[in-house]
């Protein structure tokens, strides 16, 4: 005979004041209240049952959900279903629930008296599984424990009531036990092998037990379990291999091992993959009076809420029978948050396995809060003798969808960690946007669960001011090769009239840290033709231009070649995101006109750039097109003053595309994606200039940065320089 593990109040009061007259008082079992027992009945329900439960088989069959049940206790509910069943906070499903892992499109399997699926809690959510105590449905609870632990693990989410663990998954009700929760005369291991036969059939993924027989764990080293539990071995065995994970309450008998079902790895150690015992502590964190601990099943056991020792006060609230809630404690109700727990990890991580997802919680369980009822801590007596009261810990769903591991990009060979991309100036907008909307996988090396990591949290641009607080380029990148960039702040253009010796654009590159070497062939004075070698970290360039001089204008003409290694464009990457080998080829032209009354200059810069990544590298190929321009002025107000006014685009992307490894659910999937031209940025200048002395300056100036997507910022800058 077999019966639900709930806990039975009556038992402690037995335990304590040895009564042996008839009681005359109310007393809480499990939420029922209980009028007038005499203690002959109640002793003969903890020889025939110390989890609680009891009785014969019946024979009555019940075509509908029966009106009225002992009385039960409701439990007055706030408004906020989150709190109201404080278990789901102290497992932290309130972190999972608020982000939206919800246990879809898992099915949890309900071994139990059955379940009310009117309750508002479970409508719709419950599949009829079988009946074998009155032939009828599984839809229908006499007892109210199987609708109790059933709300536990995934009672909706609805805004009133209470709300479980997973409340998006989906239910199956095995009514195996009668209105007394007992067994009853049913041929147990054949009901049991037609509802391992059903699961596998079916999506049901894990199966909840909240019963036990009267049996502890220790009999399996004594030598004389029950023959009963020896013959449903090979249908454990068989549910074990399908992939089903096994929760099953540890009991509530307050002894040191747990029920001999939870046990059973340790008699066949091929059961442990797919099992789960689970012990009580109180909504406090703290052991239980009632509940067994994990002993030797420690390592295949959690702790979970079950309730206090004072159901009526401190248990559990869940569904009740007939659309209300009430209050129940013991190990049963501790199961469902687990089995609950079970469906949100594997809804989060869909390519994990049952019995991966069950591994997953028990890795990342904690004994942090939890307390022994001697005062034990983990800080106090350490972690072996806290195992062998809490198992593994208390289950922490927070944790469970958290890396336990180091996280490895999905088509590389490298930790997320040690990742990065670092955007130089002309690719950070558009690559910056373009990252900002993608999301890419990353695979924990403890179990391979796949997370998402936001593209823009692996990308930075290093060294880089807001562009507003640059005093120095207007253009972001000109000439490498002069200490100082034009800048409209320094408030006069180059007086030299050779034009290789002002500010222009003629790389599609710059970094400070670079090396560039000029050569000036003279075959006309007027029009030199000029060659650079540019040489940078890892990317080499080189340039050549003709340009024709003239007294108050000039013009020139150029093209110019790359290549590099990790360096795309001025960007580097590291580990996952290291760039390969780059080619990069471009063309620019230039005009400068210089009177005593105005000074103009224009310039322009188009090029492609071309990338190969590596197999095992994020990006494997990008190619995108540039372009850069320039139009600035100055005008002499008196010998000492002048205005000068600059309109630019710095060099950014006009359109282009990669293929990335990384974002899809199959590591060797490539996908394309467009680089625009979203997010490119033009600016205005506007700077007043006096020149008091040789050594006296007074710079003004107004600066204003536009993008394509409407955001603008502007900076108002005003500096004195003397030089001393």
């Known amino acids: ?207 909840n037990n909240s019963w036990a027989n009267p049996e502890s764990m220790e009999s399996i080293f004594t030598g004389g379990f029950s023959v009963s539990v020896q013959n449903e071995l090979p249908l454990w065995r068989r549910a074990v291999n399908d992939g089903k994970v096994l929760v099953f309450a540890a009991g509530n008998e307050s ?144 944790a469970a969808l958290s890396p336990l591991g180091p996280l490895t990009i999905a088509g590389s060979d490298a930790t997320a960690a040690s990742s990065s991309l670092s955007l130089s100036p002309v690719l950070h907008n558009s690559i910056a946007h373009l990252f900002k909307g993608l999301e890419f996988k990353a695979i924990d090396s403890f179990d391979r669960a796949v997370f998402k990591l936001n593209g823009s949290h692996l990308i930075h641009m290093p060294n880089q001011e807001n562009q507003t607080n640059r005093s120095g380029n207007n253009l972001l990148l000109l000439n490498p090769s002069r200490k100082q960039s034009f800048s409209l702040l320094q408030g006069n253009l180059d007086q030299d009239k050779n034009a290789h010796s002002k500010s222009k654009l003629m790389n599609l590159s ?61 960007s580097r990457g590291e580990n996952a995101f290291k760039l390969g080998s780059s080619k990069d080829f471009w063309v620019f032209s230039g005009v400068r006109y210089d009177t005593e009354n105005m000074r103009l200059q224009a310039d322009a810069i188009y090029g492609s750039s071309y990338l190969q990544g590596g197999k095992m590298q994020v990006i494997r190929a990008a190619k995108v097109n540039l372009l850069g321009w320039s139009l600035t002025g100055q005008i002499p107000i008196s010998p000492q003053a002048n205005l000068s006014l600059g309109v630019s685009s710095p060099i950014q992307p006009l359109n282009g595309g990669m293929s990335v490894a990384g974002l899809s659910d199959t590591p060797s999937e490539l996908t394309y994606l467009k680089i625009d031209s979203n997010n490119r940025q033009q600016e205005i200048q506007i700077g007043y200039n006096v020149e008091f002395s040789e050594d006296t300056r007074l710079s003004i100036s107004h600066k204003k940065l536009s993008y394509l997507d409407s955001v603008t910022q502007s900076l108002i800058e005003i500096s004195l320089e003397v030089k001393l």
């Open 1 to 207: 005979m077999y019966i639900r593990c709930s806990h039975w109040y009556l038992r402690l009061i037995l335990k304590q004041n040895s009564i042996s007259q008839e009681i005359n008082q109310q007393v809480n079992h499990e939420g029922f209240l209980v009028n007038r027992v005499s203690s002959l009945w109640w002793v003969s329900l903890l020889l025939l049952n110390a989890c609680g439960g009891g009785g014969g088989g019946i024979s009555t069959s019940y075509p509908q959900q029966p009106a009225n049940l002992p009385s039960l206790p409701y439990a007055r509910l706030s408004a906020n279903e989150i709190s109201n069943q404080q278990g789901v906070t102290q497992v932290n499903a309130d972190y999972t629930i608020q982000n939206g892992y919800h246990g879809e499109n898992i099915t949890i399997g309900i071994l139990d008296t059955g379940i009310d699926e009117s309750h508002a809690e479970l409508e719709g959510k419950v599949r009829d599984g079988g009946d074998w105590q009155y032939g009828v449905s599984g839809l229908i609870d006499h007892n109210g424990h199987g609708t109790h632990v059933a709300a536990i693990a995934a009672a909706k989410l609805n805004g009133s009531g209470m709300v479980g663990i997973a409340p998006k998954a989906s239910l199956k009700s095995y009514k195996l036990f009668n209105e007394d929760g007992s067994s009853g005369g049913i041929n147990f291991q054949n009901a049991l092998s037609q509802v391992i036969d059903s699961a596998a059939s079916s999506d049901v993924s894990i199966l």
């Open 510 to 570: 710059s970094n400070k840290d670079s090396v560039a070497i000029d050569h000036i062939h003279y075959s006309d004075a007027k029009m030199p033709v000029i060659s650079r070698l540019h040489i940078q970290k890892n990317r080499t360039s080189i340039a050549s231009q003709i340009e024709q001089n003239r007294e108050m204008w000039s013009w020139w003409l150029g093209n110019g070649i790359a290549a590099g290694k990790n360096n795309w464009v001025g």
């Open 255 to 398: 002894r040191t091992q747990p029920s001999l079902h939870s046990g059973l790895p340790a008699y066949d150690p091929d059961l442990a993959k797919g099992w789960l015992a689970v012990v009580a502590v109180d909504l406090n964190q703290k052991q239980t009076l009632y509940s067994n601990r994990c002993g030797l099943a420690a390592d295949w056991c959690l702790a979970a809420p079950g309730g206090g020792n004072n159901p009526k006060a401190d248990g559990i609230i869940s569904a009740r029978v007939g659309g209300y809630y009430t209050r129940m404690s013991g190990t049963s109700m501790a199961a469902p948050h687990v089995s609950g727990g079970l469906a949100v990890v594997m809804s989060a991580f869909p390519s994990l396995t049952a019995q991966s997802a069950a591994e997953r919680l028990l890795e990342s369980a904690s004994y942090e809060g939890l307390q022994t009822l001697s005062g034990c801590t983990l800080t106090k007596c350490g972690e072996e003798r806290m195992k062998t009261y809490f198992g593994r810990g208390q289950m922490n769903l927070k």
